[in-house]
C-alpha cells in the first residue's frame, strides 16, 4: 500500500523551512516532491530599489552561512561595470574570507551531518571547532555572520596580522586532523550510516547540472576555482577532492577532503599576502549601461550572479541571482528514491540545503 | 552542418572565440540572427556543455520581455538572448532535464509561457497568480506596493 508523508516545512531535520512530500511502499520511498517557496523575499525585486552601496548590504542577507559569497559575486559583477579591478592584497583577502567560510560551512554541515546520524557527541565536537574559525572571522570582519568585507574595488578592512591569523589557523587544522576527518573517513558509525545509501549516478548527476561537492561527489570534477578562477585563486596550489560512488558517504568524503584542501588555501595566501592598496577607487563609481555576469564557487558549488545596469543611475535595473541549492534541490527526489524512509533526513540533508539561498 | 553548428564549432577549436561570438560582462554571447532555443539547447547537449540559468528581465514600456540562457562550457560561460515579444518560448525541459526549476521560476514570476511542458508550482503555493515580478502587479512606487521607487531612493 503506498502513502504519503510530509516532512516539513517545520522538521527538526531541516535547518529552515521547506517540505518533502514522501510516498511510501511499506519503509521503502518510491518518490518524493519538493516544495519551495517558504522563505521568499523578495530580494531581486528589492535589489532594483537599492543603490550601489545598499545592493551590497542587501545581497549579503541572502544567506546566513555563505553571505561573503553573495557579496563578492555582486561585486565582482559591479567591477565589470565599472571597469575597476581590485589590487593583489584585496584578491588575496578575498580568497581568504571566501576559503575561512568554506570551512566554517562544511564544519557546520559536517555537526548536522553527524546528528542526523545519530553521533551527538561528533554535532557538539564539529560546533566546537566551528566556533574557532568563527572567532577567526569576528577577528578579521568583527562580525560572526555578516563580514562586510567586499566593496566595489576590493575590501573595506585589512587583515593586519596575517601571522597571528595564520596560527589560529594551524590550530583550527590540527583539531580537524585530530577529530572530524579520521571520524568521517574511517569510523565504522559514519561507515554503516552513510555508505551506499542517497546515490546519485555521474550521468544523473550530468543531467541535472548539479555542482559543488553534490557534482563532485558523484565523480564530476568541475570546480570554478579551478576552471574560471577569480580573485586570486589562480596563484594557489591545490586539488579538487572528487569521488565515484554518488553516496552520502561520497558528499561526506568531498567535504572532508575540502576541508584539508581550504586549510592549504588559506596558508599559502596569508603567507603570500601582498603588501598594498585594499581598494581602488574614490567610492565614487562610473556605471556603464550594460550587464555584467560573475561566478564563484561558494562552499554548495556555484553561485551566479547577472547585474543590469543604466548609465548615470544609483540603481541596478535587475539583479538575477543563481545559487547552487536551487540547482542541487531537484536531485534529491532521485536520491532518496528507493532509500529506507528512516534515511531520508540524511539524504536530503546530505546536499547541504540552503533554502532561504534557493527562495531569495 | 547547419550555420548554427558550424559557429559552435569554433567553441571547441578556438582559444579566442571570433565573431558572431561576442564578449561582454563575462560572457560570450552569440550573436546571430534566427536563433532558435531548441536547436541551442540541441547543440549544447552535443557539446556536453553545463546548462546554469536563465536570467529574465522585463524590457521598458511594452517591449517585452528578454530571455537569456547559459551555458558552461570548460569554464567558458555562453549567453544566448532571445527576445520575446508574446511572452512565449519553447520549452527546452525535454532536451534538458537541468532547465526544469528555473523555468518554473520564470513561469511564476514572469509569467513567461513555456510552450510543451506542464507546471507544478515552485516558489508559489497553489491559487497564486503568476507574474509576480512583472512591474504593472507589483511595481516599486506604484500607490499600494508599500515600496519605494527608484527615483525616490535615489533622491
Known amino acids: ?360 | 552542418m547547419n550555420a548554427l553548428e558550424t559557429i559552435l564549432e569554433n567553441l571547441t577549436t578556438n582559444e579566442q572565440l571570433p565573431a558572431p561570438w561576442v564578449e561582454s560582462g563575462g560572457v560570450y554571447w552569440l550573436n546571430a540572427p534566427d536563433l532558435n532555443i531548441r536547436e541551442v539547447a540541441h547543440a549544447m547537449n552535443a557539446l556536453r556543455a553545463r546548462f546554469i540559468t536563465i536570467t529574465a528581465y522585463q524590457l521598458p514600456g511594452s517591449k517585452g520581455l528578454r530571455l537569456e540562457y547559459h551555458w558552461d562550457l570548460d569554464g567558458r560561460l555562453l549567453g544566448f538572448s532571445f527576445p520575446l515579444a508574446a511572452k512565449s518560448i519553447e520549452s527546452i525541459y525535454d532536451l534538458c532535464e537541468a532547465v526544469d526549476w528555473i523555468e518554473r521560476e520564470v513561469h511564476e514570476g514572469f509569467a513567461v509561457v513555456f510552450a510543451g511542458r506542464e507546471y507544478e508550482p515552485l516558489l508559489l503555493r497553489e491559487g497564486n497568480t503568476c507574474g509576480v515580478n512583472l512591474r504593472e502587479t507589483g511595481a516599486p512606487g506604484k500607490p499600494g506596493s508599500g515600496l519605494l521607487g527608484q527615483e525616490e531612493v535615489a533622491k
Open chain 1, 1 to 360: 500500500m503506498s502513502y504519503k508523508i510530509p516532512m516539513g516545512p517545520y522538521h527538526p531535520a531541516l535547518e529552515e523551512p521547506y517540505k518533502l512530500d514522501i510516498i511510501c511502499e511499506g519503509e521503502t520511498v518510491s518518490d518524493a516532491k519538493l516544495h519551495v517557496g517558504f522563505n521568499f523575499r523578495g530580494i531581486e525585486h528589492l535589489a532594483e530599489t537599492r543603490n550601489y552601496i545598499q545592493v551590497i548590504a542587501l545581497m549579503e542577507r541572502v544567506c546566513g552561512i555563505c553571505s561573503n559569497i553573495h557579496t563578492l559575486t555582486l561585486c565582482q559583477a559591479l567591477e565589470k561595470l565599472t571597469g575597476l579591478t581590485p589590487p593583489p592584497r584585496a584578491q588575496y583577502i578575498r580568497v581568504i574570507i571566501a576559503e575561512l567560510e568554506r570551512l566554517h560551512s562544511h564544519v557546520l554541515w559536517a555537526g548536522i551531518a553527524a546528528k542526523l546520524m545519530g553521533f551527538k557527541t561528533m554535532f557538539m565536537t564539529c560546533f566546537e571547532i566551528r566556533e574557532q574559525v568563527m572567532d577567526v572571522l569576528q577577528a578579521i570582519s568583527g562580525n560572526r555572520v555578516n563580514y562586510s568585507m567586499n566593496r566595489i574595488g576590493g575590501v573595506n578592512r585589512d587583515i593586519e596580522d596575517p601571522a597571528a591569523i595564520l596560527s589560529m589557523i594551524e590550530a583550527l587544522e590540527r583539531g580537524m586532523v585530530k577529530t572530524i576527518i579520521p571520524i568521517f573517513t574511517t569510523s565504522t558509525t559514519a561507515r554503516s550510516r552513510c555508505a551506499g545509501i542517497g546515490v546519485l549516478t555521474n550521468e544523473k548527476a550530468i543531467s541535472l547540472g548539479v555542482v559543488g561537492p553534490v557534482a563532485r561527489a558523484s565523480g564530476v570534477g568541475q570546480d570554478l576555482r579551478r576552471a574560471a578562477p577569480y580573485a586570486a585563486y589562480s596563484e594557489m596550489e591545490f586539488e579538487v577532492p572528487v569521488q565515484p560512488d554518488g553516496d552520502v558517504r561520497a558528499r561526506l568524503l568531498v567535504r572532508a577532503l575540502e576541508i584539508m584542501e581550504s586549510c592549504k588555501i588559506l596558508r599559502q595566501a596569508l603567507t603570500k599576502l601582498p603588501a598594498g592598496e585594499l581598494h581602488t577607487g574614490d567610492g565614487k563609481f562610473n556605471f556603464i549601461t550594460g550587464t555584467a555576469t560573475s561566478r564563484v564557487e561558494a562552499p554548495r558549488g556555484e553561485v551566479m550572479y547577472s547585474v543590469s545596469w543604466r548609465e548615470h543611475s544609483r540603481n541596478p535595473s535587475r539583479v538575477h541571482v543563481r545559487t547552487p541549492t536551487f540547482v542541487n534541490m531537484p536531485s534529491v527526489r532521485w536520491m532518496v528514491q528507493g532509500a529506507r524512509l528512516a534515511d531520508t533526513p540524511l539524504i536530503q540533508a546530505s546536499i547541504d540545503p540552503c533554502y532561504s539561498c534557493t527562495d531569495r
